[in-house]
């Protein structure tokens, strides 16, 4: 059975990887040098407790048992790298740090983008909103406008002619109300009042109607030729005060 780690005396051999999962313990004492006769360049260490674990991706590892305790030592053990250069565990244990403080940074600024993401996404969604609304609103304004420069100009034109040929009607059954009263034709004045009224429902009704949609319009944006069209509506509205 072929030995994963040689002690001699001051040096400790480490000359196999041990098999996958497997853990192989390595005790060294002050003043070694640990020598790796292999690469090592795909495996990292890390702290367990007072000791110094260094890992391979199949989960195969060594620890350094209680080497933690000796990093205070005077001559405490060191490694060697292939290349001649010594370091010592006092430099892992510090990498060992500034991975992981790197490592959480990376969490920390990965989960920062993917809110930032989220919250791209959702004012992305809201500016489409925003849009849709602005559409819509633009539509409004167009049907008000039109509704308001032409369908209702032309609604009070034809009302104005009317009222030139109805309007003489209405000031005679007034006379003759006034004259049946005074002589008590009460049929005659039942007659007139009814015409009255109907007339009132075809003519007048129709008025306030225009007058509702002129104040509940008066917020759409119009240019000169507009306001021109609009301030003839309401010369008209005014001349249809027959009562």
Known sequence: MQKNVVYNKGVIEIVAKPEAKKSVKVYTRPEDKVYYKFDIRDTKYRVFGNSIELMFS???????????????????????????KEVSFETIVLKIADDEVYTKLIETQTSFENKLKVMQLELANEFKKVEEMKGELEKEKKELFEFKSDKTLTKAKEIKNVIKEVKPKIQEPKKVVTEALLV???????KVVEEKKSIEKTIINPQIKIQEQKRSNLDAILSSEESSKIDEIDSIIRELDIR
């Open 58 to 84: 199949d989960g195969a590892k060594f620890v350094f048992v209680s080497v933690m305790d000796m990093l205070e030592e005077s001559n405490p053990p060191a490694i060697v790298l292939s290349s001649g």
């Open 184 to 190: 008590k034709e009460e049929p005659k004045v039942q």
